[in-house]
């Protein structure tokens, strides 16, 4: 059993009476982030250690655990102790952390004790010196015996110092702080401006996800562009949802009426609007409903695909449009199932979008709709072959 450990004592140093753990960040509070982060990476319970309670503290604590986790407030090692399972492995984020996916799925695939360090003592991530050469960065991996260690120290110790101390003598692991999870934001912060700054770089790695170069160049810069804004505002996150299914039905509706490079144009910013949809809902550890988004730009190709089909079939009194498009939506279909890592290169929904944009606009969709075809087929050989070299 995975279970996580918070720690939220500190208060901000710019905003006195506040606690940095209550402090807002992506959208929510930094507390109810850390605990998402942990239900990503499997924690199926999460203890938070505080010195004092704030209304704003409860409120958090309140919020997370009604989508289901397991979230109590303790305010000792011992208290922590007793109310784990004797067999859990505990992740433990200090105080003011803010990291991302990646770094907390890799420590928690650590099957022992381990420590995220770094070896730069300038680093916004470095908080206490370990030895000669690492700082602890603000991620442990300990077991219920360390906390009940701790729980034998004298009544004034320090939990997270503590803490810290036994797990470095235990021989825990040291995992070195990589420069992309620098990069992606990976730090502590004990300010509101701080968090306010950090929270730019963290919601901009968070829509590097969708990795084609569809996404990756167009899309995901389009997202990374709104998603500070959105947030900061605190737009809901069906706003953009809604905002890309109304411009999906009205593309449908325009190619439908024989204005095809305006329906493809639309259907451009639909597929905008639900990439954006799916990073917030990534953001606030809506797996599933970032996953139902991604189906729904599928979806979205499928229907313009098959509208311009349709609508060339008459056009040029052929059924060859229509048979194109269908080929490229099921072979798109196949791909997006196929086991092995998507390449750069391949297709997806949204870059077949971007193809048949131009030919479109320029009254040539049945042209695009075999580039559409070709590039879908190009790609399942692709994945195909990935597959058997897997095998």
């Known amino acids: 059993m ?36 942990l239900a990503s990476a499997g924690a199926e319970q999460v203890l938070i250690a505080v010195g004092r309670m704030t209304p704003a503290l409860l409120a958090a604590v309140n919020r997370a655990g009604s989508r289901g986790l397991s979230v109590e407030i303790v305010r000792s090692a011992e208290e922590a102790a007793e109310k784990m399972q004797p067999e859990a492995r505990v992740l433990v984020m200090a105080d003011g952390l803010v990291t991302t996916d990646p770094v907390l799925d890799r420590m928690a695939a650590e099957g022992g004790h381990a420590l995220l360090v770094t070896d730069d003592a300038a680093s916004p991530a470095a908080i206490e010196r370990l030895d000669m050469r690492d700082c602890w960065a603000g991620i442990a991996s300990i077991s219920v015996g360390q906390l009940g260690q701790i729980a034998q120290m004298p009544e004034d ?108 144009a639309t259907a451009l910013f639909a597929c905008a609007g639900l990439a954006t949809g799916s990073a917030m809902a990534t953001l606030r550890g809506e797996e599933r409903r970032a996953r139902a988004l991604e189906r729904a730009i599928l979806g979205l190709f499928a229907l313009v695909a098959l509208a311009s089909g349709w609508i060339e079939r008459g056009r040029i009194d052929s059924t060859t449009p229509l048979v194109l498009a269908l080929g490229a939506v099921a072979a798109q279909l196949l791909v997006e199932r196929a086991p092995s890592r998507h390449r750069r290169w391949w297709a997806s929904p949204s870059a077949h979008l971007l193809l048949l944009a131009p030919f479109a606009f320029a009254g040539f969709a049945h042209f695009g709709l075999g580039a559409v075809a070709l590039y879908a087929f190009a790609t399942l050989a692709a994945a195909v072959e990935g597959t058997r070299e897997k095998a």
């Open 2 to 37: 995975l279970a996580g450990l918070i720690f939220a004592i500190d208060e901000a140093s710019d905003r006195p009476g506040t606690l940095v753990a209550t402090l807002p960040f992506g959208g929510m509070t930094l507390l109810e982030y850390q605990i998402r982060l």
């Open 157 to 264: 110790y320090d939990f997270q110092s503590a803490l810290l101390r036994v797990a470095a003598q235990s021989g825990a692991e040291h995992v070195p702080l990589t420069a992309s999870w620098l990069r992606g934001g990976h730090a502590v912060e004990r300010s509101a401006e701080g968090l306010a700054s950090r929270n730019t770089g963290v919601l901009a790695a968070l829509t590097e996800r969708r990795s084609d170069w569809a996404d990756r160049w167009v899309f995901t810069r389009i997202a990374r562009a709104l998603l500070p804004e959105l947030v900061s505002r605190n737009v809901p996150s069906w706003t953009p949802v809604a905002l890309g299914g109304v411009l999906g039905l009205g593309s449908i509706g325009a190619i439908l009426k024989g204005w095809e490079g305006s329906g493809l």
